[in-house]
Structures are given as C-alpha cells and as structure tokens.
C-alpha cells in the first residue's frame, strides 16, 4: 500500500541520515585533529617509460632518466600512514620499470594503503603475479 511504501522510504531516509551522521562525525573527528590531511596521493615514481606514446600525458620517454628514490618514496608512504591516508597510487613513466617498485608496493601494503598501480602492462611476468594479488 502506499502507506507502506512511505514508512518504509522514510525508514531508509533515516537509516541513510544515521550512517551520513556517522561519516560526518568520524570525519570531523579527524578533520578537527588534522584539517588538512590527505585522503590519497599519487607518486609519480619515475620520468622513464618503455615506450614513447605521443599522448602520454607525462611525457614519459626511454630517453628519460628522472626517478625519485626508494628511500624519498618509503618517506613518503610513511607520512601518507600516519596522516590517515587511505590510498596511494604509483604512477609514472612506467611504475613497473622503477627499481624500488615492489619493496614500496609492500611497505604500502604493510601500512594498509589500498594500491593503485598505473603500467602499461609490458613489464609484468608471470611470476609477479601473485605479488600483485596478495598486495591489493
């Protein structure tokens, strides 16, 4: 009856009042300790691709040599942790061709940052596979 189909959109309307009451408090809580703390990030990792796309967006290039360290991106997952982040994105030029790209793959994944990797997929072999599923 609509009697019955109003009851029970107002019953959803609040339970959908309730659990944004919720969101909204938690996300005040941490808000009010850290007003500007990240959610995410991407990390462009390195400059060097395997391939030269003329619409890639980075510009990426064989002939590129510009990487950030490991050390400079384990800096950086750490600080993304310990402000709340929730996820990271490796990106680059090619992220799979970086040399510290599975150790801070699993430094992510120890700090339970959800993982997004961005590659064009020519580097991944078969043996890295289970790598990529267990770290997300």
């Known amino acids: ?13 609040d339970r959908d009042d309730l659990i944004r009451s919720i969101r909204k408090k938690k996300d005040n809580a941490l808000e009010s300790q850290l007003p500007n703390a990240p959610k995410g990030a991407t990390i462009i990792l390195t400059g060097y691709c395997n391939l030269k796309c003329v ?30 982040a929730k996820t990271v ?3 680059g030029g090619e992220a799979l061709a970086w040399t510290g790209i599975y150790e801070c793959m699993q430094l992510a994944h120890d700090l339970n940052l959800s993982i997004t990797l961005a590659t064009n997929g020519l580097l991944i072999h078969d043996n890295k596979i289970p790598f990529y599923i267990k770290n997300n």
Do not use: W
């Open 89 to 91: 994105a490796f990106n």
């Open 55 to 84: 619409h890639c967006y980075q510009n990426s290039s064989p002939d590129r040599h510009d990487s950030l360290s490991t050390d400079e991106v384990k800096s950086i997952l750490l600080s993304l942790s310990s402000l709340g």
């Open 1 to 13: 009856t609509l009697y019955m189909k109003k009851m029970i959109f107002k019953n959803l309307k």
